[in-house]
């Protein structure tokens, strides 16, 4: 069993900076590849990132490549979501989720969700 939370949203200019953490309690994510997620109000959930905390590889959505910046602490059994250069696009509420599989880009592929976090861009 592994609990998920999320920290760090909030409301940010345009252009600006956030960085998101996911806190993991319960087993070590050492086995598990780790993701971000997004939704928007009436939109489908999408995928952000992911990592490999096996492999140390990553991948993004074609949306934030250059943008977002997904990195681990595995002695914290934390991830993280840098998010620079931020679009009012971007806002949504942001998942942190855990997947037996390397690289996983489906949401059904990840088996443990955090609540989620609020990440607001204004124009």
Sequence with gaps: ??????SGGGLVQAGGSLRLSCAASGRTLSNYGMGWFRQAPGKEREFVTAI???GGTTNYADSVKGRFAIS?????????LQMNSLKPEDTADYYCAAALL?????DHEYVYWGPGTQVTVSS
Excluded at 1 to 6: A, F, G, Y
């Design 1 to 6: 069993q592994v609990q998920l939370v999320e």
């Design 52 to 54: 490999s905390w096996s």
């Design 72 to 80: 681990r602490n595995n002695a914290k059994n934390t991830v993280y």
């Design 102 to 106: 390397a690289i996983a880009t489906k």
